[in-house]
């Protein structure tokens, strides 16, 4: 048993992660504002992270084995967490993103066509922090939320006081109406009715990790040792097409497709640019990854029946007119 405090953690897999670890007998606590309460017999504490000062007095005494924070955005959020978690716990757990390595938000390192990219593509201990941009600003933070993403990571990885560790999770999917991005549903209600797909005229493909195997990831990482980055990734890259394909053929329709100009805006999971993540660090400390292709069916069925699931509960709530 560990004392593991989540940050976050109300809803999608996050709100997944905090039912896991208390059923596995952890001692958990979760930090949020209070719009969701965590289950029974999990630890809520409200309070608003961006308040330094009211996050070091709500944590009053507690200490923790391991941290895991789903909602850090940006180097400022980092930077608060990183002075009041210090010596309070052994270990922080970051969940990060696969944005990090898009290369039309930073200056990357190019890497070769068909050649997964490692974590140190992108190395927080070398990367810049700017803490005087607008990151309390909405719309900047929308806009730059790789570089938000990559600079929190950064200062986590300078501080003193705990090891770190970042999750750079890959496309996350599955959870029907729970999926908070909405991405696999348009997919799947516009295949179904015969929708055009927008995509590039020379697409790249990415990777994806179903929501419960990365909850399976995290929960390994808090119990592990490792630091650094690591790429979360079912196995098996998908392009815009053999992604589409899938979906087509569980809701048994054919995809159409339309491919747009160079710089024009195309469908949710066409690229034309390379960021494919490889996970070969985490195979190598022991995680075993399932295939994209053999969870995204059952993964397109969970988002049909959390459609259906909607449509009747507006219906429901429709007042009856005689």
């Not at 896991?20 to 992270?49: C, F, K, M, W, Y």
């Not at 419960?212 to 097409?241: H, I, K, Q, R």
């Not at 295939?291 to 699931?309: H, K, M, N, Q």
Request: overall charge negative; hydrophobic content about 45%; proline content about 6%.
């Amino acid at each position: 048993m560990q004392r593991i405090c989540v940050i976050g953690g109300s809803r999608y897999f996050g709100k997944l992660l905090v039912e896991r670890l208390h059923a596995a007998g952890h001692q958990v606590t979760v930090i949020n504002r209070g719009s969701t309460r965590p289950p029974a017999g999990v630890e809520h504490v409200v309070v608003d992270r961006n308040d330094e000062a009211a996050l070091t007095a709500a944590l009053g005494s507690r200490t923790f084995d391991v941290v895991v924070d789903q909602i850090c955005y940006t180097p400022v959020q980092a930077a608060i967490a990183a002075r009041a978690f210090a010596g309070r716990t052994r270990r922080y757990v970051m969940t990060s993103t696969i944005e990090v390595y898009d290369p039309a938000t930073a200056a990357l390192p190019a890497v070769p066509p068909g050649v997964r990219v490692p974590e140190g593509s992108v190395d927080p201990a070398a990367w810049a922090v700017d803490l005087g941009l607008p990151w309390d600003d909405d719309a900047y933070l929308e806009a730059h939320y790789a570089e938000g993403k990559r600079q929190a990571e950064a200062v986590f990885t300078r501080a003193a006081g705990f090891a770190f560790a970042s999750v750079r999770s890959a496309h996350v999917l599955g959870g029907g109406a729970r999926e908070f991005t909405g991405r696999l549903a348009h997919y799947v209600e516009r295949i179904a009715r015969g929708g055009v797909i927008a995509v590039h005229a020379k697409v790249l493909p990415t990777v994806f990790i179903h929501h419960e195997e990365l909850v399976d990831l995290l929960l390994w990482a808090v119990a592990a040792d490792f630091t650094g980055p690591l790429n979360a990734c079912s196995e098996g890259p998908l392009d815009v097409y053999e992604f589409t394909g899938i979906v087509g053929a569980s809701v048994g329709r054919e995809p159409v497709h339309r491919s747009v100009p160079a710089g024009a805006q195309a469908s949710p999971f066409s690229f034309d640019r390379h960021y494919a993540m490889s996970n070969a660090r985490a195979k190598q400390l022991g995680f075993a990854f399932s295939r994209t292709s053999d969870w995204l069916p059952g993964a397109v069925a969970e988002a049909i029946a959390g459609a259906a699931t909607e449509v009747v509960a507006e219906t429901a709530a429709e007042p009856v007119t005689a």
